[in-house]
T-cell receptor, first 116, second 115 residues
Framework: GESVGLHLPTLSVQEGDNSIINCAYS??????FIWYKQESGKGPQFIID?????DKRQGQRVTVLLNKTVKHLSLQIAATQPGDSAVYFC???????????????FGAGTRLAVHP | DTEVTQTPKHLVMGMTNKKSLKCEQH?????MYWYKQKAKKPPELMFV???????INESVPSRFSPECPNSSLLNLHLHALQPEDSALYLC??????????????FGPGTRLTVL
C-alpha cells in the first residue's frame, strides 16, 4: 500500500552539529509535503513545507530537500540546539480537490535527541 | 496568529461516562479536523469538517460523535468509550480553498484516559 515512512526512528546528535532527518514516500502523484515538530505533551508544530515543483526550500536554520526521482524527502537542521529535541514527522498532503483541503498521510516519525 | 486551542488538556473518564472535547480557532479557517494519536505513533485522521459540514469520516466508531456548531468551533462527543480509546486527541484547522498547499495547524491536544 501507499505510505510515507522514515529511515531512522531515533537520531542522536551533539549540540551545534547539523541534523538530517530522512523520509521516503511512495505516492509519486503527491505534490505537497510538510515537516512537523512535536515536542513532548504538545501538538505537531508546522516547520516547513515544499511543493513538488521545487527541490529545495530554506527556512530559519531548516532546509527541506525533495528528490522526486527516488521519492525521498529530508529535513536538515543547522547548528542543532537542545530546543530542537522532539519527534519530527514528515507528512504527504493528498489534495481533496472537491473540498479544497488536504488529507495528511504521516510518516512514522523520528525522535531527535540533542546532547550537550 | 496560528493558534488552535483545545479543552480540556487532560480528561479521565469511565466507560459509561459521556464527555466532550472542544476545539476553537479564530484564524478564519474553514476546514477543521480531528486526529487520534497513540503513544509513539503518528496522528491518524478521524474526521474532517469543511464549511461546517462533515466531509470525511475515517470509519470511526459511533461512540465518537463530532459536531461543528460554527466555523470557529469543533466538538468531539464521547460516549461508552473503551480503554483502548485512550490517546491524545488532536484538533487541526486549515484555511481551505488553497488546494495543494492548504496547511494544517494543530492544537495542543487533549490527553484522554478511559478507565
Amino acid at each position: 500500500g501507499e505510505s510515507v515512512g522514515l529511515h531512522l526512528p531515533t537520531l542522536s546528535v551533539q549540540e551545534g552539529d547539523n541534523s538530517i532527518i530522512n523520509c521516503a514516500y511512495s505516492n509519486s502523484a503527491s505534490d505537497y509535503f510538510i515537516w512537523y515538530k512535536q515536542e513532548s505533551g504538545k501538538g505537531p508544530q508546522f516547520i516547513i513545507d515544499i511543493r513538488s515543483n521545487m527541490d529545495k526550500r530554506q527556512g530559519q536554520r531548516v532546509t527541506v530537500l525533495l528528490n522526486k526521482t527516488v521519492k525521498h524527502l529530508s529535513l536538515q537542521i543547522a547548528a542543532t540546539q537542545p530546543g530542537d529535541s522532539a519527534v519530527y514527522f514528515c507528512a504527504e498532503a493528498r489534495s481533496m480537490f472537491s473540498g479544497g483541503y488536504n488529507k495528511l498521510i504521516f510518516g512514522a516519525g523520528t525522535r531527535l535527541a540533542v546532547h550537550p | 496568529d496560528t493558534e488552535v486551542t483545545q479543552t480540556p488538556k487532560h480528561l479521565v473518564m469511565g466507560m459509561t461516562n459521556k464527555k466532550s472535547l472542544k476545539c476553537e480557532q479564530h484564524m478564519g479557517h474553514r476546514a477543521m479536523y480531528w486526529y487520534k494519536q497513540k503513544a509513539k505513533k503518528p496522528p491518524e485522521l478521524m474526521f474532517v469538517y469543511s464549511y461546517e459540514k462533515l466531509s470525511i469520516n475515517e470509519s470511526v466508531p459511533s461512540r465518537f460523535s463530532p459536531e461543528c456548531p460554527n466555523s470557529s468551533l469543533l466538538n468531539l462527543h464521547l460516549h461508552a468509550l473503551q480503554p483502548e480509546d485512550s490517546a491524545l486527541y488532536l484538533c487541526a484547522s486549515s484555511h481551505q480553498g488553497q488546494g495543494a498547499t492548504d496547511t494544517q495547524y494543530f492544537g495542543p491536544g487533549t490527553r484522554l484516559t478511559v478507565l
